[in-house]
């Protein structure tokens, strides 16, 4: 079954501190992950996103990693700022002809000054 | 450029009442798709569309649940009768094409909240 399990459920940081989010996926045939930024009453929105080929991505204070083979990824957040303030998905697409996403229940963040 | 849009934000009725819930996509994404989010889950697809085809709506309620995007542009979509467990956030969202590496754009979601 595909799955995209995600750690912590919710995380409270100081602004300024680093952080680094969890995900662990099951989906075959893997296409790309991308992590999504879903602030409170908005909806998500794509942060990166990597194939199979790729290790790393960055997109400013974030940088998203992957491991295909141990099919784990992570989120570092550097030099947090109280707009991180969020949840974060995981989103992993399955490559079945076209783009079938299965998404994470997400990590709540908060960034407290 | 406008991003998705959606309306209306909020909306409250009481149960074994419709409603409807209308979405723009951003101009000239072909795929639109309609997702229902549960507190503290992610979201989950009710149906996509191509184009105006329902290329996939295997995890609509059929049974109360409708949608349509006639000319292939904006999208309702519909709940008759309405029930508590229909209370969630629905979103709308679109991309260019439907491979694997186009990005979808999301709206900012309708919450309904069913009494």
């Known amino acids: 079954k595909n799955q995209v399990e995600q750690s912590p459920q919710s995380l409270i940081i100081l602004e300024g501190k680093n952080c680094t989010l969890q995900?662990?996926?099951?989906?075959?045939?893997?296409?790309?992950l991308r992590w999504y930024k879903q602030d409170t009453g908005r909806g998500p929105v794509s942060l990166t996103i990597?194939?199979?080929?790729?290790n790393t991505k960055s997109n400013g204070r974030y940088t998203a990693t992957l491991d295909a083979d141990t099919k784990q990824s992570s989120l570092h957040i550097t030099a947090s700022q109280l707009s991180d303030s969020a949840s974060y998905i995981c989103v992993v697409s399955a490559n079945t002809g076209f783009q079938k996403l299965v998404f994470g229940t997400g990590t709540r963040l908060l960034v407290s000054p | 450029e406008a991003g998705v849009v959606q309306s209306p934000r909020y909306k409250i009725i009481e149960k074994k009442q419709p409603v409807a819930f209308w979405c723009n996509p951003i101009s000239g994404h072909n795929t639109l798709y309609w997702y229902l989010q549960n507190l503290g889950q992610g979201p989950e697809l009710l149906i996509r569309?191509?184009?105006?085809?329902?290329?996939?709506d295997s995890q609509l309620p059929k049974d109360r649940f409708s949608a349509e995007r006639l000319k292939g542009v904006d999208s309702t979509l519909k709940i008759q009768p309405a029930e508590l467990g229909d209370s969630a956030v629905y979103l709308c969202?679109?991309?260019?094409?439907?491979?694997?590496?186009?990005?979808?754009?999301f709206g900012p979601g309708t919450r309904l909240t069913v009494l």
């Open positions: 969202a679109s991309s260019f094409g439907k491979t694997g590496t186009d990005t979808q754009y």
């Open positions: 995900c662990n996926y099951t989906v075959s045939p893997f296409s790309n």
């Open positions: 990597m194939t199979f080929s790729e």
């Open positions: 569309y191509e184009n105006e085809e329902a290329v996939d």
